[in-house]
């Protein structure tokens, strides 16, 4: 008699990051940060979070790689993901206008959910 195993199954679409936005969000607010809002589209792209840190509005963008075989979470911010963010971020500034000073960071969590924060993790002049 042959054993039938199910299927592994994959998590719905989007259940990942989700998830791990919600850590990334968990592990900064008990950083000191406050939310102010999150998954904020534009035709540009995506902000995963918007957060603020004292007086500075905080740009988060959340990677998760469950290996660091191609250099891991954090290394997956190139160039071109910067200008996408930048772009978003902008629209996000015309929508709501602030007089805070803004910085760009990113939560890259990795294996069993390792958080690393990288702070002013690159500046769009």
Not at 77 to 94: E, G, N
Not at 100 to 118: H, M, S, T
Request: net charge positive.
């Amino acid at each position: 008699m042959s054993e039938q195993f199910p299927k592994r199954r994959r998590p719905p679409p989007g259940f990942i990051g989700e998830t791990k936005e919600r850590l990334a969000r968990t592990y900064l607010e008990s950083n000191g940060l406050t939310h102010v809002a999150h998954n904020v589209r534009c035709r540009h792209g995506e902000i995963d979070l918007v957060m603020r840190d004292g007086g500075t509005l905080v740009f988060v963008e959340v990677r998760y790689r469950s290996s660091e075989r191609f250099g891991g979470a954090g290394a997956s911010v190139d160039h071109h993901k910067q200008a996408r963010l930048a772009a978003a971020a902008a629209f996000y500034l015309q929508r709501y206008p602030t007089s805070l000073p803004c910085r760009f960071d990113v939560v890259a969590i990795g294996d069993n959910d390792r958080v690393d924060w990288i702070r002013n993790a690159f500046d769009q002049s």
